[in-house]
């Protein structure tokens, strides 16, 4: 899977906009871009998603620009909930040389009043 | 409610004391992961199910075992903690045989060896 690389950490005022960059410029064809985040200590949680176009859900929204070398995502009203770190996890389908999430430093997002 | 569960979440034990950390989860999923998590190590995976009676190593499986002898049970085995397995455990899972799509993880459990 490819490596990604992500800023240590980001702040955010509550109520704006969170863009959280990541770079994979190694990314292949056939590798999904993840993003999960922890809040302080607890489970992992899944955000989103996405191969080549660009995806939305009901979190966040995830850009992947068009040589997928890079994506951001976006969280559109941040709140103090979304205090977190977040990782950026570029994944092969269906990998059985390795069947797992390689978690790396990931970015710790602030959210601030 | 979909989750996943794990017990004991808290547990100080000493070295060389049998342990089990149960994981459940309800949602019928085929994968089954267990991750530990150490401060500037990030989490590593120690092993994981894709089925059924099918376990196979993650990065750092040593000083632990698991079963899979019902789906929706996936317990981590420590037979004789030391020290260095003092850690905080997640356990993940996935509807896919893989780690794809939306893995769900367990709220975790902080495990102090003395």
């Known amino acids: 899977d490819a490596k990604t690389t992500q800023p240590t950490s980001m702040d955010c005022a ?3 906009a969170a863009n959280l960059p990541c770079n994979h410029s190694t990314i292949s064809g056939n590798e999904y871009v993840y993003w999960y985040r922890q809040i302080h200590s607890q489970g992992p949680q ?8 660009n995806e939305t859900n009901e979190m966040a929204s995830l850009i992947i620009t068009e040589d997928r070398k890079s ?26 040389a390795g069947n797992m999430l390689t978690f790396g430093g990931g970015t710790r ?5 | 409610e979909a989750q996943v569960t794990q017990n004991p979440r808290y547990l100080i034990t000493v ?8 994981c459940s989860q309800n949602m019928n999923h085929e994968y089954m992961s267990w991750y530990r998590q150490d401060p500037g190590l990030g989490l590593r995976q120690i092993y994981y199910s894709m089925n059924v009676e099918v376990t196979d190593k993650g990065d750092v499986p ?3 075992k698991v079963s899979r002898k019902e789906k929706r049970n996936f317990p981590l085995i420590l037979e004789s903690p030391s020290p260095n397995q003092t850690s905080l ?6 509807r896919y045989r893989w780690a794809d ?12 060896v003395l």
């Open chain 2, 89 to 94: 455990y997640f356990c993940a899972s996935s």
């Open chain 1, 71 to 96: 994506s951001t995502l976006i969280l559109p009203h941040a709140t103090l909930r979304d205090t977190a770190v977040y990782y950026c996890i570029v994944r092969v389908a269906q990998n059985n």
């Open chain 2, 15 to 22: 070295t060389g004391k049998k342990l089990t950390v149960t």
């Open chain 2, 101 to 112: 799509g939306e893995l769900f993880f367990g709220e975790g459990s902080r495990l102090t």
């Open chain 2, 62 to 64: 040593e000083g632990y």
């Open chain 1, 46 to 53: 899944y955000i989103i998603h996405g191969l080549k176009n």
């Open chain 1, 14 to 16: 509550e109520g704006r």
């Open chain 1, 109 to 113: 997002l602030m959210v601030k009043p």
